[in-house]
């Protein structure tokens, strides 16, 4: 039996992504428009709306779709918009981002979700993303500096050299903290060098490779 995958769309934004203070119209269509499906490795296809987060090998998972949704509302990217998306996954985030805005570029350490996200995006058609291998947990300076940066895995803290890759008014998202308790950030770059965040929700989510480690204090 089939599945209907427009249904299970439909069932994905109004039962998960809205009970989840996403309201913004422009992002409820976005994930009406841009096939999950299509992003999901084959043996998984059946559960791309599921509020679970997917294998996609190598110990990676693709974020919940709920948690992917708040991420592209706090961002708000705009056409104008250069992002760095640190974590390219399977090139499902990236391509919400590059529906928004002019530019992505998405870095991934492993090889082989790069070889996945270029592949996915090249699919659907998506022209203005960029997939790179390389380590961006410290930020991706050669395209520097980015009006959005975002973040897939988790942080002990935001490092330094992301918040300094940022324009005046950029915005950052990430996940910071250590399991089990660990809370979504939007810094805002307020002013070169002048930065300012707020708590959007509580989650848990696997740490990013080889983030910096939270300074220690002794006494």
């Given at each position: 039996?089939?599945?209907?995958?427009?249904?299970?769309?439909?069932?994905?934004?109004?039962?998960?992504?809205?009970?989840?203070?996403?309201?913004?119209?422009?992002?409820l269509?976005?994930?009406?428009?841009?096939?999950?499906?299509?992003?999901?490795?084959?043996?998984?296809?059946?559960l791309?709306?599921?509020d679970?987060?997917?294998?996609?090998?190598?110990?990676?998972?693709?974020?919940?779709p709920?948690?992917?949704a708040?991420?592209?509302?706090?961002?708000a990217?705009?056409?104008?918009?250069?992002?760095?998306?640190?974590?390219?996954?399977?090139g499902?985030?990236?391509?919400?981002?590059?529906?928004?805005?002019?530019?992505?570029?998405?870095?991934?350490?492993?090889?082989?979700?790069?070889?996945?996200?270029r592949?996915?995006?090249?699919?659907?058609?998506?022209?203005?993303?960029?997939?790179?291998?390389?380590d961006?947990?410290?930020?991706?300076?050669?395209?520097?500096?980015?009006?959005?940066?975002?973040?897939?895995?988790?942080?002990?803290?935001?490092?330094?050299?992301?918040?300094?890759?940022?324009k005046?008014?950029?915005?950052?998202?990430?996940?910071?903290?250590?399991?089990?308790?660990?809370?979504?950030?939007?810094?805002?770059?307020?002013?070169?060098?002048?930065?300012?965040?707020?708590?959007l929700?509580?989650?848990?989510?696997?740490?990013?490779?080889?983030?910096?480690?939270?300074?220690?204090?002794?006494?």
């Open positions: 039996m089939n599945m209907d995958f427009e249904r299970a769309r439909f069932n994905m934004v109004e039962q998960q992504i809205r009970p989840w203070d996403v309201l913004d119209p422009d992002v269509d976005l994930l009406m428009t841009v096939k999950r499906e299509d992003f999901v490795p084959p043996a998984y296809r059946n791309a709306f599921a679970i987060e997917v294998p996609l090998g190598n110990g990676q998972v693709m974020l919940p709920r948690v992917e708040r991420i592209l509302q706090a961002v990217p705009r056409r104008s918009d250069r992002v760095l998306l640190v974590g390219a996954g399977s499902y985030l990236a391509a919400l981002l590059g529906a928004r805005a002019e530019e992505v570029v998405a870095v991934d350490i492993d090889p082989a979700l790069v070889d996945m996200a592949a996915n995006l090249q699919r659907a058609h998506v022209t203005n993303v960029t997939v790179l291998q390389g961006a947990a410290e930020g991706w300076s050669k395209n520097a500096p980015y009006d959005v940066i975002a973040l897939t895995g988790s942080v002990p803290e935001v490092p330094a050299a992301l918040r300094a890759q940022l005046a008014g950029g915005r950052l998202f990430a996940i910071v903290g250590e399991a089990p308790a660990m809370s979504a950030q939007l810094v805002t770059c307020t002013a070169e060098g002048a930065c300012q965040s707020v708590v929700f509580e989650t848990n989510v696997a740490p990013l490779t080889n983030a910096p480690r939270k300074d220690k204090f002794s006494f």
